[in-house]
């Protein structure tokens, strides 16, 4: 895990109908949950997966047309987790 609890306390009052907006640029820093800042996770990995089309393998049992199909979905799966670790938005383990 790339993040670590910080110590920073910084306090950002949500509500009284004014939006609210985490990090300005995707180069300003944004932490959750005491977790160091980090700038925004970029990875070709999040890339969306081109032409997914799930097959049917049996009348219960589903698949994708090809491995390639597959692949691109466990990809971007593993990308978003590791952003969302390195965020400090979920825990990871």
């Known amino acids: 895990?790339?993040?670590?609890?910080?110590?920073?306390?910084?306090v950002i009052a949500l509500?009284?109908?004014s939006p609210v907006l985490v990090g300005s640029t995707n180069t300003g820093l944004v932490g959750f949950y005491g977790y160091t800042p980090v700038?925004?996770?970029?990875s070709t990995n999040e890339a969306a997966p081109s032409?997914?089309?799930p097959v049917s393998v049996t009348a219960?049992?589903?698949g994708f047309s090809t491995s390639t199909q597959?692949?691109?979905?466990?990809?971007l799966v593993t990308q978003l987790r590791a952003d969302l670790v390195t965020l400090g938005i979920i825990k990871g383990s």
Do not use: D, E, F, R
């Open 39 to 42: 700038v925004q996770p970029t």
């Open 60 to 62: 219960t049992q589903w």
């Open 15 to 17: 509500g009284g109908g």
């Open 1 to 10: 895990m790339s993040g670590s609890p910080a110590s920073v306390n910084t």
């Open 70 to 75: 597959a692949q691109a979905i466990l990809t």
């Open 51 to 53: 032409s997914v089309a």
